[in-house]
């Protein structure tokens, strides 16, 4: 099978159409990442339903991060590999998953997410305040990054003047190059370790605290899971709800009378944000798997102990489960759409990162009935991340 172009140069600013044309062609593909490792990536929406709860596609960290390495030392690139490949839950399977899942689990019940809604009123309602009118603004940049940052660091107990550096580092751990992605995985590592250790010795009320306070129990994350998991959700906790507010936005403002519609009916944003995670996925592959065994995928064998990407965004513009797949329709009812995975890896943070995008959405809308993107929807581009997929820059003017 030939190795796919999907990850160069001329694909981010192309990757919907790119992607589409991939899964009409084969249900499987390989590809090369920036670094250098080799992945296959299944495009098609029943496969990749299967795929994410298929026993045989594993995610666990140190086999996994054996294979990487082997691929990276062949390709004569460097073989250290970011902390988010560390032994938190989401490179855990089973047991182990769900150990390390359980300590966390409780801070996004639904009762603790709709607890939460008043305080992310009041941060979105702020950040509004201070969006200019007479020009345009990079939303991404004014809005939809600090909003969901904001969140998660006063969930973690990250102090708010020592928050600034995380949105450049959590950049650079998404380009795939080894010389962006190691400085900025270092860097955040000891940030976050000099954090843990301050709240071991002066605790407060927040998950940080929770995590390393003695629970005298066997199920204690020791200290390196503690770092692990907490570099997890710094990074999962804004990045990917940062993405769903700014593909949101974009969307919607491709045809002003959607927005201006919404204006009119705040009760349809839930279904157009669903919408957005359908057609526009915040994210674009889940999360690295690799095969214990051979798996078929189609007529295609894909050999044991290596890479596998389910692409959710080509999966959930499948012809074949939703009707016009290619076409955005906030009224739409996507759900089945897999955005936020499947399974025992099911999106942990679902409930939260839909309330924020709804309260954000909501605070747009009724503020700014009649913004509209600043330039034409051609010249945006896009991050250049196998896993993330949102727009560098969301310029728009807000006043008409």
């Known amino acids: 099978m030939p190795v796919e172009r999907l990850f160069s140069e001329e694909y981010w600013d192309n990757a919907l159409a790119i992607g589409d044309a991939l899964r009409e062609r084969a249900p499987v593909h390989q590809a090369v990442l920036p670094n ?21 596609l594993r995610k666990d960290a140190p086999k996994l991060n054996a294979i990487q390495r082997r691929q990276l030392e062949a390709a004569g690139v460097s073989t250290d590999l970011s902390h988010l490949f560390d032994p938190h839950m989401l490179f855990r399977d089973g047991p182990e998953h769900a150990r390390l899942r359980a300590p966390v689990a409780a801070e996004f019940t639904a009762r603790r997410v709709e607890g939460l809604r008043p ?19 990079d939303l991404v940049d004014a809005f939809s990054f600090p909003l969901p940052l904001t969140v998660i660091c006063e969930l973690l107990g990250v102090p708010e003047l020592e928050r600034r550096p995380l949105r450049e580092w959590t950049t650079g751990l998404m380009q795939d ?22 709240k071991r010795h002066t605790p407060g009320d927040d998950l940080i605290s929770s995590l390393v306070s003695p629970s005298g129990t066997a199920d204690r994350l020791q200290p390196e899971e503690i770092l ?5 959700m710094v990074v999962a906790g804004h ?7 700014t593909n949101s936005v974009r969307w919607l403002l491709d045809d002003a009378r959607r927005w201006s519609s919404l204006a009119q009916n705040l009760d349809a944003i839930p ?3 669903n919408e957005v995670l359908r057609f526009d996925s915040p994210v674009r592959m889940a999360t690295y798997r690799f095969t214990a065994e051979p798996v078929t995928i189609g007529e295609t064998v894909i050999p044991q102990d290596e890479i596998v990407f389910v692409s959710l965004q080509t999966a959930n513009r499948d012809h074949c ?4 797949a290619g076409t955005f329709d906030p009224g739409r009812d996507a759900r089945g759409h897999l955005s936020f995975g499947r399974g025992p890896h099911f999106c942990l943070g679902r409930g939260l990162a839909l309330a924020e995008a709804e309260v954000a959405l909501t605070e747009l809308i009724t503020r700014f009935p009649h913004a509209r993107l600043a330039v034409p929807a051609g010249e945006l581009r896009r991050q250049h991340s196998a896993i993330m997929n949102s727009y560098r820059a969301l310029p728009v003017r807000l006043a008409s």
């Open 271 to 273: 279904a157009a944000i």
């Open 228 to 232: 692990s998991t907490v570099f997890l």
């Open 177 to 198: 190059h080894p010389d962006q992605t190691g400085p900025a995985s270092r860097a955040m590592a000891a940030f976050l370790e000099s954090l843990i250790e301050d």
């Open 321 to 324: 489960r939703f009707a016009e």
């Open 239 to 245: 990045e990917t709800t940062a993405n769903l507010i």
């Open 119 to 137: 305080r992310i009123r009041e941060l979105a309602a702020g950040l509004a305040d201070a969006l200019p009118t007479d020009r345009a603004v």
């Open 36 to 56: 250098g490792v080799r992945a296959w990536v299944i495009t098609r929406y029943d496969d990749a339903r299967a795929a994410l709860v298929d026993p045989r």
